[in-house]
């Protein structure tokens, strides 16, 4: 079965079966090796709100991902 095929038949479910499964796809997914410290996000935070960085869309995230 294909992803495209999964999102067909995912649509059909109620919420409360689409909320199921999105439990069981994220408890499946293994933890990720780089670790984010709260002062990495304070920092980048800042830098966000003294115009250092500029953020993005998560749409335009997904575009220069190529997704």
């Given at each position: 079965?294909?992803?495209?095929?999964?999102?067909?038949?995912?649509?059909?479910?109620?919420?409360?079966?689409?909320?199921?499964?999105?439990?069981?796809?994220?408890?499946?997914?293994?933890?990720?090796?780089?670790?984010?410290?709260?002062?990495?996000?304070?920092?980048?935070?800042?830098?966000?709100?003294?115009?250092?960085?500029?953020?993005?869309?998560?749409d335009e995230l997904k575009r220069r991902?190529?997704?």
């Amino acid at each position: 079965m294909t992803v495209d095929q999964i999102r067909e038949q995912v649509v059909l479910l109620s919420d409360q079966e689409k909320s199921l499964l999105a439990g069981d796809i994220l408890a499946s997914i293994a933890p990720s090796t780089y670790d984010v410290s709260d002062d990495e996000v304070i920092e980048r935070v800042q830098e966000l709100e003294e115009g250092k960085v500029q953020d993005i869309s998560f749409d335009e995230l997904k575009r220069r991902l190529g997704r």
